[in-house]
Structure formats: structure tokens, C-alpha cells
């Protein structure tokens, strides 16, 4: 499994009081022919992420629209995802599409408490609405520190959600354990968690392992996420269920490159299939604040 670079294809140029960095956890919606809706999350002068998008010409790879208001920005004052709000991906449901997200919420005696969030719209191009002003995901016994960017899938049994989970803090950001959980839903609102550990730690040095991107093919499930130890990896796992995997990790992997945008970190994959092949979206420096850029899968 090759991925074949083809370069960086958006990073925001500060002059959007909303979007003045950062284009993270690029994730792609199809509109026409060979166009794509890429929404991110980016950050303001506070720090703040919010949802926007870019449309892009897949053959040229150029940027053919920017967002001028956000998809979804902070919530409101004291809620989970008053400090921001980072995208997971978006889910057809009938004529609705659910957003599911990741909320930020600072706190003092830990970097922070983020939970999972949903968003709806009614229709194609219609806004998305949060569900709630508070999470569809919560902390609690199963959950107890802080989760993060959820993938979403439908099949004929419901919904399956993988998700990132903390468990445990200490003194410094790196002492955090963060890895990949499992749940399901009969409806994606109401949802079942055993605890069930998707993705573990390959070895000490790891202590983030978020972002997951789940893809399931005729033979079998794929998962594509970023783990990191001293800089954040894009990294890869298979499954014959959904629910127990086995990383493999270089097949999948994607390397940094010898200079430029990508070359410090590769974080946040998004794998979609269009026109017979297979992409790769991803984030570079700086979680994101060097843009997202695209890869191919080569035969």
C-alpha cells in the first residue's frame, strides 16, 4: 500500500477574522463531477476552532470557493464546546446529514474536557443546526477525562461510532493515555458504550492515538488514524468486524516529507474513494497550521 503525494491544496491566509490559521481534519463531501467540499477546522486570533470548508477541483486540484461564514463555530459561554468546535466527519441520514464533532472546553487543572457533539442539516445545502447545546457523548464512568474526533458509520444494524478516549492524565500533556474506543447506536443519538478498546498503544512511546477514518471493503474493514509519540503519524489498522482490530501500521503509513509543509508531522487522515480511485486528506505542521494536502492510493 503506496500513498503518492500531490501536494498541499489549502492553507488560510489570515485575512478571515474567524479562519486566521490552521486547516485541520480536512474531510470530503462529494458535490459534482469532480468536485469536493473539504471541510476543516481552523482557529481565530483567540485560538478558537471553528467548522468552514473549501471546494476543490480534484482533477486540478484547485481551490474553486472559500466558506465565508462558518459551517459551525463555539458554542455557547460554560458549554462543552465553548473554545471551539473540531470536525469528526458527516453522516447521510435519509435527506439529513448528521455532523458529528469534537467540542472544546479549557480547564485548569488538566489542559482540557472535550466531549462529542452533533449537528444536523435538513437537506443538501441546507445549515447544519446543532442537536443540542450539549453533547450526544458525554463523559461519564466508561469515559471519564476527555474524547475526541468521532468516526461514524451506518450499516443494516444501526450505527458504529469509534471514538477517542482518555484514560488517564498526569502532570504533563504527554503523561495522557489517549486511545481509540468502540460504540453503537440505534439511531446516532442514543449511544451504547462498553468500553470496548478499538486501538491500543503499539509500544510505551506512544501517548495519543486519535482521528480515526474507517473504510469497509468487500474483504474487510480498514482504519486509517494519527498517533503520536514525539510527532503525530498517520497509521493503520484492519478488522474483519469492526470492532477488533490488528495495526499494521507501515502498509498504511504515509511518510513526512524531507521539507516543506509536511515534514515535521502527517496527522488527521481522511481515505475516500472518487472516479475509480482512492485519496488520502491530511494534515501537515503544526496540527494543521501549515493547511491540509491530498495523496493517491497507487495500484
Known sequence: MRWRKLGRLFVPDGSTPWMRTHAANPVAEALDGDRVRVYFSSRDDRNRSSIAFVDVDLTTR????????????????????????????????????YLYYMGWHLTVAVPWQNAIGLAVSE??????????????????????????????????????MWYGSNVAWGPRKEDMRHLLKYAESDDGIRWSRGGAIAIDFADPSEYAICKPCVVRDDDRWRMWFCARGESYRVRYAESQDGIRWMRLDEPGAIAVSSGGW??????????????????????????????????????
Open 62 to 97: 484547485e481551490v474553486l470557493a472559500v466558506a465565508d461564514t462558518p459551517v459551525l463555530g463555539p458554542g455557547d459561554l460554560a458549554m462543552f464546546d465553548d473554545c471551539g468546535v473540531s470536525i469528526g466527519c458527516i453522516v447521510p441520514v435519509g435527506r439529513q446529514r
Open 123 to 160: 437537506g443538501p445545502g441546507a445549515p447544519f443546526q446543532r442537536l443540542s447545546r450539549f453533547p450526544i457523548l458525554e463523559l461519564n464512568e466508561t469515559d471519564p477525562y476527555t474524547l475526541s474526533y468521532p468516526w461514524v458509520m451506518r450499516d443494516a444494524g444501526g450505527f458504529r
Open 262 to 299: 509536511d515534514s515535521e508531522m502527517i496527522e488527521y487522515p481522511f481515505v475516500f474513494d472518487h472516479g475509480g480511485a482512492r485519496y488520502l486528506l491530511y494534515s501537515g505542521n503544526g496540527y494543521g497550521r501549515d493547511g491540509f494536502g491530498l495523496a493517491v492510493l497507487e495500484p
